[in-house]
């Protein structure tokens, strides 16, 4: 179709990587394009925090699930949600607090994820491969510490950068019309759609390569789900760290 | 740098559209590129919706407090976080509720807004222009009546795709400084960046074309915050209206 889109089709994580610093120019072109994308009312409420130094890539792996890639990784980028800074912006103004409630959290949330993708695609435009890194919920508290994020901040993923060190297979998805919908809402097909993705997911369990999983002849998407979501790996302690740190979900 | 890093760097939001539609091998390579991007362990937990039902346009429109650009664009990109669709599946082989907590409303939420971003580059790629549209947050209940939209479903953003017409000017970011940090979090400096760029955004509004607010001498970023922040759009009802859906931020 055209070679951004071929990139984005193209897209797959990568969990090994080589041993290869990312020049500063390449990371100030991967940090300009994720600045560059859309942001609330231009409030740009995230920010993000390059970490190469190894011992706190050890620590940061440690706490989000042992995720060695983030060692094994020249740079790991953590995005915040920051809505500290347009406090920061407005108090030069005159004192007034911005009202805390779930509006401001998603606000924060979603810029950060933007100007994130953004980066993800320009970082793979260049030929680096990334991974996204959830686990950093897993122990927000202490990620907080290590990072030193004063209230009103709040790690929302992690994004690993690195010249890839391996090739996984593409992972197929879900068919699109089971994401996709015309005019209203509607559940009409799923159970066969999703049906048809079990069998898919089925084979790229059995074969696929560079991933966790590989050769499982069991396995199918729905049954993961299941699988995911009974793990107990479901961060309740979510709500009372984002508290703690002054975003109220009201 | 290269093709994908200067159309990325090159976004700006697009407000006015031809009467153009878009063809539907378009809109399947846009939805598609969403469908590429990064998904927590895979879930997959959003959905969108494709409006081009001139009367649910306008009806939208008003919704989002009339935002005219809505009724112009040929298309109109609803995006959701869907944890319904894993509910689904799970219950495929088990009768297990999801847990209901603020992690899991974070998942669809994030998963929706990769996606989404993913979809704008490829539209951008394929010559269109496009503008989120957070107001279809203003009025969730009709939006959600509106749409037919079930439980443990939210509408995220919305998202306008069309031909340009307008070319606005390039709207300037915070200095990458105060957005990036090394190591850890440090707020070093980031008075002086938010004094520059109040600088370049007077210049910035009082010349613009292409935009609200054009011609206005008075106006920098960090009065405008006050300014967006004081106006009362809080959307404070959101916790209510999400909890009606399901969402438990809990």
Same mark, same amino acid.
Request: negative net charge.
């Given at each position: 179709?055209?070679?951004?889109?071929?990139?984005? $089709?193209?897209?797959?994580?990568?969990? $090994?990587?080589?041993?290869?610093?990312?020049?500063?120019?390449?990371?100030?072109?991967?940090?300009?394009?994720?600045?560059?994308?859309?942001?609330?009312?231009?409030?740009?409420?995230?920010?993000?925090?390059?970490?190469?130094?190894?011992?706190?890539?050890? $620590?940061?792996?440690?706490?989000?699930?042992?995720?060695?890639?983030?060692?094994?990784?020249?740079?790991?980028?953590?995005?915040?949600?920051?809505?500290?800074?347009?406090?920061?912006?407005?108090?030069?103004?005159?004192?007034?607090?911005?009202?805390?409630?779930?509006?401001?959290?998603?606000?924060?949330?979603?810029?950060?994820?933007?100007?994130?993708?953004?980066?993800?695609?320009?970082?793979?435009?260049?030929?680096?491969?990334?991974?996204?890194?959830?686990?950093?919920?897993?122990?927000?508290?202490?990620?907080?510490?290590?990072?030193?994020?004063?209230?009103?901040?709040?790690?929302?993923?992690?994004?690993?950068?690195?010249?890839?060190?391996?090739?996984?297979?593409?992972?197929?998805?879900?068919?699109?019309?089971?994401?996709?919908?015309?005019?209203?809402?509607?559940?009409?097909?799923?159970?066969?759609?999703?049906?048809?993705?079990?069998?898919?997911?089925?084979?790229?369990?059995?074969?696929?390569?560079?991933?966790?999983?590989?050769?499982?002849?069991?396995?199918?998407?729905?049954?993961?789900?299941?699988?995911?979501?009974?793990?107990?790996?479901?961060?309740?302690?979510?709500?009372?760290?984002?508290?703690?740190?002054?975003?109220?979900? $009201?």
């Amino acid at each position: 179709m055209n070679e951004t889109i071929t990139l984005i $089709k193209g897209h797959r994580s990568i969990r $090994k990587y080589k041993d290869t610093p990312i020049p500063d120019e390449h990371l100030k072109e991967i940090l300009l394009s994720g600045q560059a994308a859309s942001t609330s009312s231009n409030i740009q409420a995230y920010s993000v925090i390059a970490i190469k130094d190894p011992e706190k890539k050890r $620590k940061l792996a440690e706490l989000s699930g042992n995720q060695q890639q983030i060692v094994e990784s020249p740079v790991l980028l953590v995005w915040l949600a920051d809505v500290r800074k347009i406090q920061n912006a407005i108090r030069q103004h005159e004192d007034v607090e911005l009202e805390q409630n779930v509006e401001l959290f998603l606000l924060g949330t979603i810029d950060a994820t933007l100007a994130a993708q953004n980066a993800a695609i320009a970082a793979e435009s260049l030929g680096y491969g990334i991974v996204y890194i959830g686990g950093i919920r897993n122990n927000p508290q202490e990620v907080t510490e290590l990072l030193e994020l004063p209230p009103l901040v709040y790690p929302v993923f992690g994004l690993c950068v690195g010249i890839p060190d391996q090739e996984p297979d593409l992972r197929p998805r879900l068919p699109l019309a089971a994401v996709y919908h015309e005019e209203v809402y509607s559940e009409a097909g799923l159970a066969d759609e999703i049906a048809a993705y079990d069998a898919i997911t089925k084979h790229y369990y059995a074969t696929r390569k560079g991933g966790g999983r590989g050769g499982d002849q069991e396995t199918v998407w729905s049954r993961e789900m299941l699988r995911r979501f009974n793990s107990g790996r479901n961060r309740g302690h979510l709500r009372d760290y984002l508290s703690g740190q002054g975003f109220k979900l $009201k």
